[in-house]
């Protein structure tokens, strides 16, 4: 059990600072505990690192770098699973770096503080489970997180908006994961078609899961917005055009997109 002293800005902390998944996971899943046993919140001391903790491997390249990923193959499959779970173990991070980073930004604007990180403690623990499942199918595929190179553009968007709340929401949730529910059935097509059923149900659970995330951040970036008296999807549409240099590629997947709750009214005029 999570000793008293420990506070759930403090655990999150801890999350960031930790670069082995092993104990990534580990604190994830504690930090959960934690939120569930009622541990309270602290003070918004903590100043979370610009770059969290990482494994000395994978190495870290430019996205055109990344090998290609021909899925008739085991190895090929393999990388395809390696680029997944660099996605959610870097995802991890973003939920654990938004609790810590903006609580005190959410209490300002007098949003529901405990209900913001306890909000983002779930994803976390989701992507740490997402990370753990994904993890689990490389090591039956005799390979392992770390074996493939990967590249750094999740977190460098996370730098990008490391000054705004908004920012931050609009582009990690609302732009990043919501990409996610637009080609993650296409990959989950593709696997099964190789015959890889294993790996394509495993990418079923994070896609559903993935569309609670979207919802989650597209509920407090309405939320911040209100308190800001600013109109949600204007604002979205300015802060993509600073904070995000890559573009909205359709076709959507306007199904999820829809259950997430994202309006349409965000993305389809850019």
Known sequence: MTRPTETLLGLALQVLQSPTPAEKKQLARKSVEALEHGASIGDFAPVPPMRPARPERPELCPPSAVPRRRLGSVQGRAALLHAVAHIEFNAIDLAFDMAVRFAGEADRLGLETKKFVS???????????????????????????????????????????ADSFLARLAVAPLILEARGLDVTPGMIRRL????????????????????????????????????????PAPTFQALKAKYFAGSLKPPFNHAARDLAGLPRSYYDPI
């Open 119 to 161: 909000d983002w403690f779930q994803v976390g623990g989701d992507e740490a489970r997402h990370f753990g499942l994904i993890e689990s199918r490389l090591n039956e595929l005799e390979c392992g997180y770390g074996d493939f190179p990967a590249h750094d553009g999740l977190w460098e968007a996370a730098e990008n908006t």
């Open 192 to 231: 099964e078609g190789a015959g890889d059923k294993t790996s394509a149900a495993i990418l079923k659970i994070i896609y559903y899961d993935e569309i609670g995330h979207v919802a989650c951040g597209e509920r407090w970036f309405s939320a911040a917005c209100g308190a800001l008296k600013k109109d």
